[in-house]
């Protein structure tokens, strides 16, 4: 069974700082090649915040470029979303999705995803 579960969120005050995991268990490395960091807050649509390709190229919301940085290890099989100068608008609950049909911030392009991990700054 293919599984992504997510950890490292949590409370923060405003300008702090946190890093996001998510493993990925019983993919193949093709299905890991494109994956990616979506969030949604209460009465909001998704949103796409990164993706990272196996290539090595990444992508980014307007809204968080410049504060988050979105990486993988793949002997580790773990993706990561290091979230600095967090603001109260970031609060949401963050979700790792994996296989993507074209690697892009559209929610829509990806097959699995993780149940999520709760971000909130105060």
């Known amino acids: 069974d293919v599984q992504l579960v997510e950890s490292g969120g949590g409370s923060v005050q405003a300008g702090g700082s946190l890093r996001l995991s998510c493993v990925a268990s019983g993919f193949t490395s093709s299905r890991r090649s494109c994956m990616g960091w979506f969030r949604q807050a209460p009465g909001k649509e998704p949103e796409g915040v990164a993706r990272?390709?196996?290539?090595?190229?990444?992508d980014y919301a307007d809204s968080v470029k410049g504060r988050f940085t979105i990486s993988q290890d793949n002997a580790k099989k773990t993706l990561y979303l290091q979230m600095n100068s967090l603001e109260p608008e970031d609060s949401a609950m963050y979700y790792c999705?994996?296989?993507?049909?074209?690697?892009?911030?559209?929610?829509?392009?990806?097959?699995?995803w993780g149940q999520g991990t709760q971000v909130t700054v105060s």
């Open positions: 999705a994996a296989d993507a049909v074209v690697c892009t911030l559209r929610a829509s392009s990806y097959k699995y």
């Open positions: 990272f390709a196996s290539s090595g190229t990444t």
